[in-house]
């Protein structure tokens, strides 16, 4: 589950764009890293944890999860911002809490699956190469096993706490992700734009379970919201330049994993980075949607900041397309992972200085 994709776990993925304000430290070590010392800071980490455990927990890619995790609650304080005023309810808390580990391991399932159905592949690319199950740290049949009660815990936590509507948007999710995405990367180039799909359902998982606190869980006419929506758009748009710039930096990793990135094909990165800006261009008019969808929350001090980011986001990637060279998609990528923060920071920002000066 996208995540959204995304910061890399040892190395980036471009199934994610796992950046985010409590992921931003680990994506910036990891920019820094190389992959051994990349896999040395993660094993650190994992010391004190039982080898099986460790990787269980390694196979959720949790900066991915935290990622994915941290949209949908984004998305839940968008959908319950200005609605009510009692925010210290019980009912606010429990929902609050399913919506943020029902997620959690829901996209802990995905991730899991993913890695199951790819390991054969992970093991002939040096950057996954130290994945669990290409290290023999985990059977595949124990991945196949967490994955599948990782989602089923997670849908079922969303049901129970956040409501039929989220939970189905998370069911979507992990569907769209495992039986679609994953599939479609070794065949075709365009599997960048179903996996974006996922990656950008969970925010709108945390809008359902929020405005399920309005519709007394028994309703999907949170589904027909622009509010929730124009965040699902804002996520889809801007994973597309960030896995495109983290495609271009590993195409060789890719092509002997037998992946189809357009990189692989476009070996002078003219359409690829032509392709990065054009989609930065649609990044503009997505990360501002947000406060037409829902102006009683976003106003126009995230607009501007939207907008100031934004271009200088864009002209990152200009600079891609007139220097076509693994610096400047580097620089895309760290870009990107700085853009999104921000974005969701401004966002909550926002709506809690609404909250307390009304």
Avoid at 109 to 115: K, R, T
Avoid at 166 to 178: D, G, K
Avoid at 255 to 264: R, S
Wanted: glycine letters at 6%.
């Amino acid at each position: 589950m996208h995540r959204p994709n995304a910061t890399p776990e040892s190395r980036p993925d471009p199934r994610h764009a796992g950046a985010s304000m409590a992921v931003q430290t680990d994506a910036w070590a990891l920019v820094r890293l190389d992959a051994p010392a990349a896999a040395a800071v993660a094993a650190v980490g994992r010391k004190e944890l039982p080898r099986g455990l460790a990787a269980v927990l390694e196979l959720s890619k949790p900066r991915i999860t935290r990622l994915v995790t941290l949209t949908a609650a984004v998305g839940f304080i968008l959908a319950i911002a200005g609605q009510r005023s009692d925010l210290a309810s019980m009912a606010i808390w429990l929902t609050a809490l399913g919506c943020i580990v029902g997620t959690a391991l829901s996209a802990s399932g995905a991730n899991s699956l993913n890695q199951w159905w790819e390991h054969r592949r992970d093991a002939l690319m040096p950057r996954t190469s130290a994945r669990p199950i290409p290290t023999g740290r985990l059977r595949a049949d124990h991945a196949l096993y967490a994955g599948v009660l990782f989602s089923i815990a997670g849908v079922t936590m969303l049901a129970w706490l956040c409501g039929p509507a989220a939970a189905s948007v998370s069911l979507v999710t992990i569907l769209v992700y495992v039986l679609m995405y994953t599939p479609m990367k070794p065949v075709t180039p365009l599997s960048t734009l179903v996996g974006a799909v996922p990656g950008a359902l969970p925010p709108l998982i945390g809008w359902c379970a929020g405005r399920t606190l309005e519709t007394e869980f028994a309703s999907f006419a949170s589904l027909a919201e622009w509010g929730g929506w124009s965040l699902f758009g804002l996520m889809f748009v801007w994973q597309i330049p960030h896995f495109l710039a983290i495609a271009w930096m590993y195409r060789d990793d890719y092509a002997q994993g037998g992946f189809k990135m357009l990189p692989i094909f476009d070996r002078t990165g003219h359409l690829t980075s032509f392709m990065v800006a054009a989609w930065a261009v649609l990044l503009v008019p997505a990360t501002v949607a947000p406060a037409f969808a829902m102006p009683d929350r976003l106003g126009l001090v995230y607009v501007a900041a939207a907008s100031f980011t934004s271009m200088i986001f864009l002209a990152a990637t200009v600079q891609l397309m007139l220097e076509r060279t693994r610096v400047r998609a580097r620089a895309v990528f760290i870009g990107s992972i700085i853009h999104l923060p921000l974005l969701l920071l401004f966002m909550v920002g926002e709506v809690i200085v609404r909250a307390l000066i009304r």
